[in-house]
């Protein structure tokens, strides 16, 4: 019952992190409901079947003895290594509590330089490098700046074709301009890589050999990627600065200067403003005195123009029961640029034709291309992607830079999202969920030793197990995410099932008579196997998915490794410290002991 509720956080999660380890908790939670039916129902029956009759008890001597006799030649010369260590640390209990400080204080030490982040990035085998031009810009003029863009692509040695698409249909979920172009990259198979690279720094190759676009912004993404990011903040990078304001002329500017500060933190790549203005307007601005002036009316002019430029519907035609509106509008010739609208001709009730160009006023603007609002308020995204670099701490130091070298005005605002959001709201749930799990697992522990210094004494695995987790991802180079916080979950039950073992066992030799010096150095040398074989059962279930290289392998690898990590520091601890410290946790078994 203790493995099912330690998996419970998982249940919890939601999003992304929900859908890729909720199957994991289903599984182990439904496997062990299973384990436990046997248990308790079919394992009994099976064993008055095929067990021996009772043996008649002997002397707890004896009994060493015939299990020496018994253990296969491993675990002899096993026990025979492990019995003075254990020994030892039973009769010098203070190297015992050494031992635990010092990993402590190692795992305290080292979990600061542990990077963080949502998950680790998925290498997907397929790159997408994506276009933004200028918002003006003509379908040939795009096909164009693609087609020298897929050309400069196609030098690169590892790149054996690129498929382009411009905009996006208004039929599909996310609707783009023909100013925007996704280029998927094909590669060739990864042992063809130069120097052995990875996908990550083939990307960098890629990035270097493509060079600057004039005219156009880049971002290098993946298709999946792509797709997870746009759904998360609308945006296809995997951080999202959100600038909240009021006047748009005011974001664009601090939205400027936070990208001109972003890119020179370490890690920053793809760093792209919102293309909030930048569409060209033709501004029609009537003059009222001069057409008071001709007798004209304000809504005669702007009939006019709507008519001329926009078009008026005439009346209908019908074709069997389909019925179609009649549109008439100028012919392009005389609305095709500001000359020609200008010359438009105003009647005045006097029958004089005033050109519009005398009664308003005609001049190109350059106007916003779009307006985004969240919550009713105003916001520009700035977008880019961290290369080289764990997520959290780049969005620590890029705070950091933006508090200190960009001034806001008053009501102006930034906010994080993308993939450090997602970061941020599972650690939140985590950091709630996970202690009333352990504190559920406590009360049950109490609840089925009737002690509180038992209980307290198998709970020390956690911050152990904890330890040896935190420095298998320092060593292996390996962030702080969810999936290593999902193999911490794992490693807690785990853990407190050797405790539950070993100080089980070491009760009930306490039971038999022994004293606490012997039932420690005894009841640890005779558990070893168990202890062991739980502890290499999880581990060697973890070890494919710890050197695993197809995609996907990037997201199992760091539960794996906190799971053998933690695993290594658990177990031994759990074989040297828990007897050791077994007398000052023990219960009272006669009257005037401990």
């Not at 199957?23 to 129902?41: D, E, K, Q």
């Not at 500001?338 to 009730?349: T, W």
């Not at 306490?510 to 070893?528: F, K, T, Y």
Request: glycine residues 8%; charged residues 20%.
């Amino acid at each position: 019952m203790i493995i099912i509720i330690v998996f419970l956080p998982l249940f919890t999660l939601q999003g992304v992190e929900g859908k890729t380890f909720k199957p994991l908790a289903y599984t182990i939670a439904l496997a062990m409901f299973g384990s436990l039916l046997f248990g308790v129902f079919v394992a009994p029956v099976l064993s008055s079947f095929f067990m021996k009759k009772h043996l008649k008890k002997k002397k707890a001597e004896h009994e060493e003895k015939k299990n020496d006799e018994e253990q296969i030649w491993i675990m002899k010369l096993l026990i025979k290594i492990y019995k003075p260590v254990v020994t030892f640390f039973v009769n010098t209990r203070i190297a015992a509590i050494a031992l635990v400080v010092i990993l402590i204080i190692v795992g305290v030490l080292i979990f600061p330089q542990l990077g963080s982040e949502f998950t680790p990035t998925l290498q997907e085998g397929t790159l997408v490098l994506r276009m933004t031009m200028a918002p003006s810009i003509s379908l040939t003029e795009s096909t164009r700046l693609t087609l020298i863009a897929e050309r400069r692509l196609m030098k690169v040695p590892e790149v054996t074709g690129v498929v382009t698409r411009i905009g996006r249909g208004e039929i599909g979920a996310h609707t783009d301009p023909v100013n925007s172009a996704e280029m998927y990259i094909l590669l060739k198979p990864r042992d063809q890589w130069r120097n052995n690279a990875t996908q990550q720094e083939l990307e960098e190759y890629i990035r270097w050999d493509f060079g600057e676009m004039p005219g156009a912004l880049t971002n290098f993404t993946q298709p999946i990627q792509m797709s997870v990011d746009e759904l998360l903040e609308g945006v296809r990078a995997e951080l999202a600065i959100k600038l909240f304001g009021g006047d748009l002329e005011v974001l664009k500017n601090k939205a400027d200067e936070i990208a001109a500060q972003i890119k020179n933190v370490n890690g920053a790549a793809d760093v792209q403003v919102d293309q909030v203005s930048g569409a060209p307007q033709l501004s029609i601005v009537i003059n009222r005195h001069e057409i008071a002036r001709y007798g004209i009316n304000v809504e005669d002019v702007q009939q006019a123009i709507r008519t001329a430029i926009g078009g008026e519907t005439a009346g209908q035609i019908f074709e069997d029961v389909k019925r179609f509106d009649i549109y008439v509008r100028f012919e392009e010739e005389f609305r095709k640029d500001m000359n020609s609208i200008g010359a438009l001709l105003i009647e005045s009730p006097s029958g004089i034709e005033v050109p519009l160009s005398q009664l308003a006023e005609i001049k190109e603007v350059v106007g916003p291309r779009q307006i985004t609002r969240e919550s009713n308020q105003r916001f520009i995204t700035i977008q880019c992607n961290v290369a080289g670099r764990d997520i959290g701490s780049f969005v620590k130091e890029g705070q950091n830079v933006i508090e200190s070298k960009v001034k806001l005005p008053t009501g102006y605002f930034v906010t994080w999202g993308g993939q450090f959001k997602l970061q941020q709201e599972a650690n939140a749930r985590l950091s709630v969920v996970v202690p009333i799990t352990l504190f559920i697992i406590f009360i049950m522990l109490f609840s089925s030793f009737n002690s509180l210094k038992n209980s307290l004494l198998i709970f020390l695995n956690i911050p152990l197990a904890l330890v040896g987790g935190i420095v298998a991802l320092w060593i292996s180079g390996q962030n702080l995410s969810v999936p290593a916080s999902v193999g911490f979950i794992a490693l807690f039950g785990i853990a407190l099932l050797n405790g539950i073992v070993l100080v089980t066992y070491l009760n009930q030799l306490r039971m038999e008579g022994l004293g606490i010096d012997e039932a420690s150095i005894q009841g640890a040398c005779l558990r070893v196997r168990p202890v062991l074989m739980t502890a290499l059962a999880a581990a060697l279930g973890m070890i494919p998915l710890l050197f695993a290289t197809g995609i996907g392998s990037e997201v199992q690898r760091p539960l794996a490794t906190v799971v053998i990590g933690g695993l290594v520091t658990s177990t031994a601890l759990t074989l040297l410290v828990i007897p050791a410290l077994y007398k000052w946790f023990a219960i009272k078994v006669t009257e005037g002991e401990i």
